[in-house]
DNA sequence: GGTTTGTTAGTTTTT
DNA sequence: CTAACAAACC
């Protein structure tokens, strides 16, 4: 109980049956779920494998279970700390055949689903009432969030219009499909295992018993299946608790046996409202959960109070919130520094200096974290970065595994592990090529149908198709090779099994002797994939492929952040909920990007970027940077921005601007700057209509003055060399890569490209124009 | 069936 | 501007 402040020993000695604990952004609810954790386990009011913790993150959950395992001196295993999808998915894996679905079961991300959906609207011409993939892929997430299935919606009187028909056709095709292909979609690891509780009071049963105390970390951001999924788990299953759910109204009861209930939030930090997170789950604890104690959580140990100030201004303005003010001992600290930038490159200049400043001063790069609405913002940062010698990392954005060639190397094993699964056998048949186009595809799929069998399956008996010797010879032995993989994982270790199937395949070898010098880079992806299965299976001897597949298929953008690496971390405003860094930078604070133009109309949308901003903030422990840009180039052109109106709702006195939007020219909205607060009326704030209308003549003048900052920009200021006619067959030297031949000329002017074949053997292709070579 | 070229549509945030 | 798609060509 040591270095506890009250409020968190009152957290963490509570006995009672439900706990609320409203945290503050850095009042140290982690310290206290950890301790209070530790704490059950050292009075042995449970074993740890009695203890169920859900994080936000997987990482979240390793340094949860690190931290508990150290208040305990190791004895924290058996613990179940994990995501909300990770403990479904652990749960489903032993009780999904209750649901007619196999233990081997795939998780399709989005992508793959989109691609499902894309199929079946093709399919069921559907295409032709304005249903799109990537529509209807939203709504059938909301839905499912909200534990809506397609018979729901058919059973829902009233008029539907031609698309609502059409969206539940789909969706219970999707649905259908999914269960063929033994699959689930993220929202179905949620769903599935909510109905699995309701329909088997027995399992539920069986789950209430082994988990005595439940905790929720982040539960502001949870959705109506996770609720749900709560409420199944800690509320008596007998008698009271009936198989359907009850209006959310009802208050529940609490059984003495029920397992314990503590969740953790803050409202003012809920952002996930697009994936269907519900604030009333936290607003509503208390009718929900009769009889809950609240403990508030609300001095913060993390920011200075500067940093605190304009966070609680801005979150302030959000009407229909809790009062709630955060105050720190640390002191006032420094004054936020902002600065508005002539364009994305100018502000990405200002970002890099100030890092540099700050490393002179020691401060190591790890300790620096760069803030974006989106994952677009990235590119002129990245550009200055690399010139600046800067290192740093992108979290998040495209993940490893989500690069196609990965994605076809996982679909291989998915293939092996999960035969039924369609759309990762179909998605490798041709890769690499091997002739089968989409007529013979189209042949097979039929063939499978007819003789009942999976598409491995059906491979392996090609011949009886009737196609050409040679696409029937490629197709038995495809099949052959995932049936005989299949066999080997009962022998030998998973990544040698993996290993000899792609050189059996051939998937490496086609992209390594390819002209193309991207091939190049997916051929090391694969390699580099193979060796990270080696690292898994060195970790984890006993895992399967699946466990493997799992582990891919759920970690997020988030857990591979590496604080040893020594690099300033790059990610959205998303990604940075629940981390803190000592220097903060949030950019972009423009009108449409920040608030985003897409969620100005939505309804709370606006306050739910506000909250994305406070969340911002808030990460910062000791120094906050502002930037914006005043013309950004979006969409291919280059564009006025405003700067955001959060800006306004700081007050001016503990920003130091060192460049002021006023002094190069910027829009304004036709209010005054840094001057008196607005009313913080959403209804207010979302006519926008100022953005529009304020449009002013001020950027034409500016353009000279920005002059300068363009020069900043990457190519702009070089010199342009003499011009080099080069013709296949023509030798050339380049700077770094020595003397070679130029095999092919593609292009013209300043977009030429030359694809050159080095005397070191390596091939590259060039762009003419910009490459360091001159003829020989 | 494979490859290249041209066209068009779409870009918020993510477990 | 890019990625995904369709059409035209080999």
Redo the contacts with the bound molecule.
Sequence with gaps: MRGLNPQQREAVLYQGQSLLIVAGAGSGKTRVLTHRIAHLIATHRAWPSQILAITF?NKAANEMRERVGQLLGGAADGMWIS???SACVRILRREISELGYNSSFTIYD?HDSRVLL?RLIKERHADTDGL?P?AAQHRISQLKNELRDADDLSRDSGGRSPLDEALIDIYRAYDHALLRANALD?DDILVQTVHLFEAFPEVRRRYQHKFRHVLVDEYQDTNKAQYELIRLLTTSADGTGPATAPERAEPRILSVDAPTLTVVGDSDQSIYA??GADMRNIVDFEKDFPGTHVVLLEQNYRSTQRILSAANAVIGNNFDRAEKNLWSALGDGEKITAYAGYTAHDEAQFVADRIDDLHQDGLDYRDVAVFY????QTRALEEIFVRAGIPYRLI?GTKFYDRAEVKDALAYLVAIANPVDDLSVRRIL?VP????????EQRLVMFAEQQRLDLPAALTRAAEIGLGPK?TQAMTSLGGAIVDARTALAEDRLDEVVGRFFEHIGIIEVLRSSLDAQDQARAENLEEFLSQLTDYVDKHPDASMVDFLTEVQ?T???DDLDDESGTVSLM?L??AKGLEYPAVFITGLEEGLLP?Q??ID?IGGLAEERRLFYVGITRARRRLFLSLAINRTV??QTRDQLPSRFLDEIPGELIEWRQHPDEIGANRRGISWGGSQRAGDDDFEADGGWGASARSHGSRSKRSGAAHAWANEIGVGSTPKTELHLAAGDRIRHKSFGEGTVEEL?GKGAKQVAAVRFDSGQRKKLVVALAPIEAL
């Excluded at 090529?433 to 013979?440: C, D, F, L, Q, V």
């Design positions: 993150t995501t909300f999808h989005t894309k799109t990537a993220f697009f994936r609405r989106t994952n677009a998040g041709n090529k091997r002739g089968i186009g989409p007529t013979t696409v759920l997020a953008a988030a959205t998303h990604t985003h897409m969620s939505e969409f291919g593609t």
